[in-house]
């Protein structure tokens, strides 16, 4: 392959979506590849939130139906413009809560154990809080999770087989929960596969979309998920505690959610106060209390983004991004010691390169000492996540240029081998 710089420069140089750098706060000091943690702060998202505190210093309570997003319908709103990411119909999908709060909510809803179908299937290498929720939604039920709380195992330590997760789909199995893409290796799971495969055996799927959500297009309704859970700071940039996301299958909406608060009322009978709740018949259904609208406003603009560049065109540009980033890495980091764990074919790989390296927390703060901003996950994982929105094939370039340095000159020596409170 063309190692040079100068090829990275024409990468850029033909990229359509290059026009979008400008629309975000960038730090030209800084290379930001950590967009799968907490994406950066675009203008339109800035735009959004600050006419969510305009409309609070102008109308007072009359936000709540004044202005140009009227609170009261904002939730909803949001919801259906994420729909075209997820492929859902815009009454599926309502912007609420958080993930950890969303998927209390869904499998209060949907973990229905019966007889002997008691047991919830995850897999091993979940994100904890999940793991949690799933943990505690059991023992109000009067489960042990010991018991009821079944894996998928990883034969690698990273990725998963899916004859391995079809095959633990056994008669006493109630509900599955898992996520689109490992948060790891990045591996994405087939979830129509999964799906079908859980439905022929009579039982429930949601998927956790937080790697996913963003990064390349879904189709859940045709698809048949049964639930999806989510959250906006991450690939979708709407900020630090960003309100998150759920979708119900159409099919579902009839039944009374787990738990229901005054905002999953219909919106006619809401203000009508009674103690007999009426739920919305779409995903409204599913709100709890008062949405959170400050941090829900940045959304708004950062949905914008996404409808102006198109979600297929930037997963083109993502997938190059990676496949490049993991190409310069087989050549510039051979026999550094460093792993390339993610998938690589396309269809398997999410939105980031995922290298293990032994010594990767103290790679990553001499990273971080040259401007370059990476995620680390313990206890050997360095993830690698370059935005097409944002980032650039030149960054790219710089990036793997700074670790073969960092690794020839032993600059990482100088650092301690733990990681920092959040990373
Ligand atoms: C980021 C992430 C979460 C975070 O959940 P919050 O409720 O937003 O804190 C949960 N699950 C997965 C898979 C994630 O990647």
């Given at each position: 392959m063309d190692k040079s710089y100068a090829k990275a420069q024409e990468y850029d140089r033909c990229d359509t979506l290059s026009g979008f750098r400008d629309e975000f706060y960038i730090d030209d000091e800084k290379i930001y590849f950590d967009g799968n943690s907490l994406g950066i702060l675009s203008k339109r998202a800035e735009k959004t939130a600050l006419d969510a505190l305009k409309s609070w210093k102008q109308y007072g309570i009359d936000g709540w139906t004044e202005g140009e997003e009227p609170w009261f319908y904002l939730s909803e709103r949001l919801g259906t413009k994420t729909a075209s990411l997820i492929g859902a119909r815009a009454s599926e999908v309502v912007a609420t809560g958080s993930t950890t709060v969303n998927l209390h909510q869904l499998v209060s809803t949907f973990y229905q154990p019966k007889g002997s179908k008691t047991k919830i299937l995850a897999d091993e290498l979940a994100f904890p809080t999940d793991i949690y929720a799933l943990q505690s939604q059991l023992k109000l039920k009067g489960y042990d999770p010991e018991e009821h709380l079944v894996f998928v195992n990883s034969r690698d330590g990273k990725t998963f087989d899916e004859e391995d997760m079809i095959e633990k789909m056994t008669e006493d199995v109630a509900l599955i929960v898992l996520p689109s893409v490992l948060y790891r290796s990045g591996q994405i799971l087939p979830m129509k596969r999964l799906t079908k495969a859980a439905h022929d055996r009579n039982i429930a799927i949601g998927f956790d979309l937080c790697h996913s959500i963003g990064v390349f297009p879904h189709h859940l309704h045709d698809w048949g998920v049964d639930f999806a859970v989510w959250c906006?700071?991450?690939?979708?940039?709407?900020?630090?505690?960003a309100v998150g996301g759920l979708y119900v299958h159409h099919k579902h909406m009839a039944q009374t959610p787990g738990l229901t608060g005054w905002f999953g009322s219909r919106k006619d009978k809401q203000f009508d106060m009674e103690h007999d709740m009426t739920p919305a018949?779409?995903?409204?259904?599913y709100q709890l209390g008062t949405p959170h609208i400050l941090s829900a406003a940045p959304l708004i603009g950062s949905l914008e983004l996404f409808e102006e560049a198109g979600l297929e065109q930037l997963r083109k540009k993502s997938l190059a991004l990676t496949r490049y980033m993991m190409e310069l890495a087989e050549s510039k980091l051979?026999?550094?010691?460093?792993?390339?764990?993610?998938?690589?074919?396309d269809e398997q790989r999410g939105g980031h390169v995922y290298l293990e390296h032994r010594e990767a927390a103290r790679i990553c703060k001499a990273l971080k000492a040259k401007g370059i901003i990476p995620d680390f996950r313990a206890p050997k994982g360095i993830r690698l996540a370059p935005v097409p929105f944002y980032n650039t094939f030149t960054e790219v370039w710089r990036v793997i240029d700074r670790l073969q340095m960092i690794m020839e000159k032993e600059t990482y020596k100088k650092y301690k081998n733990q990681r920092g409170v959040v990373a």
């Open positions: 906006n700071y991450k690939y979708l940039n709407a900020g630090p505690g018949d779409d995903a409204g259904a051979e026999g550094m010691g460093f792993s390339i764990a993610n998938p690589r074919e």
